[in-house]
């Protein structure tokens, strides 16, 4: 009977959370960190399920004719329904305080690249909330920004509720973002390159585990309420001869120079724009509010827009209009801060310079393939050029197309965008131009990416005795014959330094006055400071440089202003970690 409650208490002790959190610590817990997937993916389809829906359905009762038709209001409402909007916003912002207002992709960049991924629980409901006004009243932005930051959000709040180690933490806050763009799209893989290429900067084959099952998941969530349908009906395309392939060459360079002159005019504003929250939102919203009167389809999300220009129903001074206001209009609202996203603007911007590209060469070229081939290509290179992230923009075109034979041609097309943007104008993604004009540090170095991906749980020494700086003789002898590798000694109660065991047992010999200094005895001695069970091997890293000090002792907290170690990390440990 006996054996039997001990192999029960050993299954309940192997299924406890004590031992997923001290298996996740390790960067080959492949099945934990699969489980951490599927759970981020399920809580991202949730949350943005109900965003979308709490997006559309006011929208449905205002609008004829569907969620995205704006332009079937009077020309006053194009006015009204932004500037409204931003008066609401202006209000609520205003009662909020400045750090709870931090939203969006950079708020997601920033929280990883300096709290870990530890995302709070305020600013998810700021951006919540905040980003179904800015949508309903349809300004210049997209649904994914304010997604992609509710899925990181929810799936960091789900392992800080668990409290699991901070490299697990930043796996979630990677599945969560892959999650928000698969279900905002329908596109899963496109998804997952986003969040490698852009959120976590980095591809691992155990990084990849949980990115994928999170997108597929938040995907099916999405599919049982919208159906399997991508975002855009996207008709048949593909180029009609090789002889198109200038036309390609010529509609990347101009792609690219949009988009730096995108992301310059979003820097250029962001400089000019006023400290008080209140002015900057009535400054967006009144804009895009008059800009509106003159071009309705910049208002909202605009993806029937996007389809419009598809199947080249739109005119060329409508397209150009589309192009230049959409320009204007998006830039104003995201130097103003409004809390909405901007992947999807840069889509119609690019459609509608597609579908002008496609006009343009077509007087000269009767022949050319048909319009939906240049949108689609358009919509691919302004992603990647203003983004910089070519790789997420190609999978984006190809799951939007379902058609292999565009690979050629948009690779083409996304690679010259993105090298004129980058190399011609000198322009960084917009994400990292954003953290740069708000003044937050972004950096990613080889070092660091690589000890953020375990925590200092997964290599920490356990074997160690906890003892007083003066013990007596007896102490000090059971010590060294006690088997365990460091001694953690304290200095008024609190851990000053660590020493070898093997030390002590060295002096021991032939030693027999009664008491024993262990500060004062031979040895090598290594100063300690604390740190946290959760911390990444990257946060102990920087904690040594800063502190000075050549080792940690890891504390797993028990109550306030209270001292429990379980366990030691030297240097000389991460430095065996990283070299490995």
């Given amino acids: 009977m006996s054996e039997s409650r001990q192999k029960i208490a050993r299954l309940i002790e192997h299924l406890s959370i004590r031992t997923f959190r001290r298996q996740l610590a390790s960067i080959d817990s492949t099945p934990q ?69 931090k939203v969006g992709v950079v708020h997601v960049l920033d ?4 709290h870990q991924g530890h995302l709070p629980a305020r600013n998810l409901l700021t951006q919540f909330f905040a980003g179904t006004i800015a949508l309903v009243s349809g300004q210049s932005g997209g649904r994914e920004g304010p997604a992609i930051h509710l899925g990181a959000a929810g799936s960091s709040l789900l392992g800080q509720s668990l409290g699991l180690p901070n490299n697990s933490i930043r796996v979630l806050v990677g599945c969560g973002v892959a999650a928000a763009i698969s279900a905002s799209f329908n596109t899963p893989v496109a ?17 990849f585990i949980p990115v994928i099952l999170a997108a597929v998941v938040a995907a099916l ?11 855009f009906d996207v008709p048949q395309v ?35 724009a006023p400290s008080q929250i209140w002015l900057r939102m009535m400054i967006a919203g009144t804009v895009t509010g008059v800009f509106a009167m003159l071009v309705p389809q910049i208002l ?35 130097a103003m801060g409004m809390p909405v996203g901007l992947i999807g603007p840069t889509l119609i911007i690019g459609a509608s310079a597609g579908g002008l590209m496609w006009m343009a060469a077509s007087f000269i070229f009767p022949e050319l393939s048909s319009p939906a081939f240049y949108v689609m290509l358009g919509m691919g290179a302004m992603m990647g050029a203003v983004l910089q992230a070519p790789l997420a923009a190609l999978m984006a075109i190809m799951e939007l197309t379902h058609n292999p034979n565009i690979i050629l041609p948009a690779m083409l097309v996304i690679i010259v965008a993105n090298i004129t943007a980058s190399q011609l104008f000198g322009l960084k993604s917009v994400f990292v131009t954003q953290m740069e004009l ?19 749980a997964s290599i920490m020494e356990r074997n160690f005795e906890r003892v007083p700086a003066s013990i007596n003789l007896d102490q000090a002898r059971n010590l060294a014959v006690g088997g365990s590798h460091w001694l953690l000694v304290d200095v008024e109660k609190t851990p000053a330094f660590i020493l070898r065991t093997e030390d002590l047992a060295t002096f021991l010999e032939g030693y027999e006055e009664e008491d024993v ?6 040895a090598t001695r290594k100063d300690v400071c604390p740190i946290l069970l959760q911390a990444t091997l990257s946060e102990a890293l920087d904690l040594l440089n800063a502190r000075g000090v050549q080792a940690l002792y890891i504390n797993r907290i028990t109550g306030p202003l209270m001292d429990s170690p379980v366990g030691i990390v030297t240097a000389e440990d991460i430095e065996s970690f990283y070299q490995s």
């Avoid at 991202?44 to 929208?59: D, Q, S």
């Avoid at 209001?73 to 205003?94: E, M, N, W």
């Avoid at 540090?441 to 200092?456: G, K, T």
Wanted: charged share 10%.
């Fill in 33 to 101: 960190f699969a489980l951490l997937g599927v759970a981020s993916g399920l809580v991202t389809g949730i949350v943005v399920l109900a965003f979308r829906k709490l997006v559309e359905i006011p929208l449905d009762s205002f609008l004829p004719g569907g969620p995205e038709n704006f332009e079937g209001l009077g020309v006053y409402y194009y006015f009204l329904f932004p500037f409204t909007g931003a008066l609401v916003l202006a209000v609520i912002l205003s009662l909020v305080k400045s750090d709870v207002r």
């Fill in 111 to 114: 929280r990883l690249a300096r």
């Fill in 191 to 207: 998804g997952v390159i986003f969040s490698m290429e852009v959120i976590i900067m980095e591809y691992t084959i155990a990084g």
């Fill in 221 to 231: 969530i999405l599919q049982l309420f919208y159906g399997s349908v991508p975002a």
């Fill in 238 to 272: 593909s180029m009609g001869s090789f002889t198109e392939l200038p036309i390609v060459l010529v509609e990347g360079v101009l792609i690219g120079s949009i988009a730096a002159v995108f992301v310059k005019g979003i820097k250029v504003l962001f400089q000019y």
């Fill in 300 to 334: 909202g999300v605009g993806y029937d827009t996007v389809n419009s220009a598809l199947i080249g129903e739109l005119s060329f001074g409508v397209l150009l209009a589309v192009c230049i206001f959409k320009i204007l209009a998006t830039a104003t609202t995201v």
């Fill in 438 to 456: 708000m003044g937050l540090e972004f950096r990613q170095n080889p070092l660091s990416m690589a000890l953020n991906r375990a925590s200092v």
């Fill in 517 to 522: 200094g262990l500060a004062e005895i031979p």
